[in-house]
Nanobody
């Protein structure tokens, strides 16, 4: 049984920073990619950032230059450093694992609230 546990969300003022963490518990193998998605009220869940097992990163245009994703395979953890936060970054952020063992398996965290407001 695999569970993704997130932490680091909270309330921050515009221009501030937060660091999100997500660690996987249980047995997890054949990790293909790790990443972060977010969902604001009334909107679809959208990709924020993704990092492959080889270290290649992919960012949504709206976070380029502000957010940095990193992973630690030894700890089965993924992080999202968020700088220069804007009010439009307010959303529930979900960590994501993608594994491949003849078929793709997707794992999701429970979500952590990020609120950017003065």
């Amino acid at each position: 049984q695999v569970q993704l546990v997130e932490s680091g969300g909270g309330l921050v003022q515009p221009g501030g920073s937060l660091r999100l963490s997500c660690a996987a518990s249980g047995s997890i193998f054949s990790i293909d990619a790790m990443g972060w998605y977010r969902q604001a009220p009334g909107k679809q869940r959208e990709l924020v950032a993704l990092i492959s097992s080889g270290g290649t990163t992919n960012y949504a245009d709206f976070v380029k230059g502000r957010f940095t994703i990193s992973g630690d395979n030894a700890k089965n953890a993924v992080y999202l450093q968020m700088n220069s936060l804007k009010s439009e970054d307010t959303a529930v952020y979900y960590c994501y694992w993608r594994c491949f063992r003849s078929t793709y398996i997707h794992y999701w965290g429970q979500g952590t609230q990020v609120t950017v407001s003065s």
